[in-house]
């Protein structure tokens, strides 16, 4: 099916691990991005790209990693996770349309 | 640096009412402006949107949206709300003439609509 998909959809994991959250889209677009939604913060975005093996950072980077190396994967990787990093996390793409949001993973780090 | 406020937490209405959500923006250039609804444990999907032209945009499931831009309003806006419009709805804005075409969020407004 078209679209864009995000998995995990749940994920706990522990102070001080590494752990990837992964994003696929199959429109092609050029565009992606990363955001974490957290209450109070609204959406604020991590990490977007432009394109295959062009990526830039948003307005809250530290502590998360991304790659783009195939234009429909943008994986999102937290080096060293920290309990402030639980939170939603969405994943976006879009070219000349609105964004299109998938379903998010839920990252709780204990 | 560009900028949205949504001043209300929550928004009450009873079924059938008029449903208005507020929002505002701070953007260098001209503002391309967003609104979407999320329901829960659901992405974000997009409502409608003011790029240029007329000033009453209207969007899904019987939105419109009217962009001020002496007031730097883009308030959302449904004539008669029905209890399934109870979500989480979020302004965006981006500029025209934004790096990387970056889209920032309010911090969003839930919507109650009481049968």
């Known amino acids: 099916d078209a679209g864009i998909t995000q998995s995990p959809r749940y994920k706990i994991t522990e102070t001080g691990r590494q752990v990837t959250l992964m994003c696929h889209q199959t429109w092609s677009h050029s565009y992606m991005f990363w955001y974490r939604q957290d209450l109070g913060h609204g959406l604020r975005l991590i990490y977007y790209?432009?394109?295959?093996?062009?990526?830039d950072k948003g307005e809250v980077p530290d502590g998360y990693v991304v790659s783009r190396s195939k234009t429909e994967n943008f994986p999102l990787t937290l080096e060293s996770a920290t309990r402030s990093q639980t939170s939603v996390y969405f994943c976006a793409s879009r070219d000349n349309s609105p964004l299109h949001f998938g379903n998010g993973t839920r990252l709780t780090v204990t | 640096a560009q900028s949205v406020a949504q001043p209300e937490d929550q928004v009450n209405v009873a079924e059938g009412n008029p449903l208005t959500v507020k929002c505002t923006y701070s953007v260098s250039g001209n503002p391309y402006l967003f609104w979407y609804v999320q329901y829960p444990n659901r992405g974000l999907q997009f409502l409608l949107k003011?790029?240029?032209?007329?000033?009453l945009v209207k969007g899904s499931y019987g939105f419109e949206a009217e962009f001020n831009k002496s007031q730097t309003s883009f308030h959302l806006k449904k004539p008669s709300a029905l209890v399934s419009d109870s979500a989480l709805y979020f302004c965006?804005?981006?500029?025209?003439?934004?790096?990387?075409?970056?889209?920032?969020f309010g911090g969003g407004t839930r919507v109650l609509v009481k049968p």
């Open positions: 790209s432009a394109a295959a093996d062009i990526t």
């Open positions: 003011y790029i240029t032209g007329d000033n």
């Open positions: 965006a804005v981006r500029s025209n003439k934004a790096a990387g075409n970056k889209l920032t």
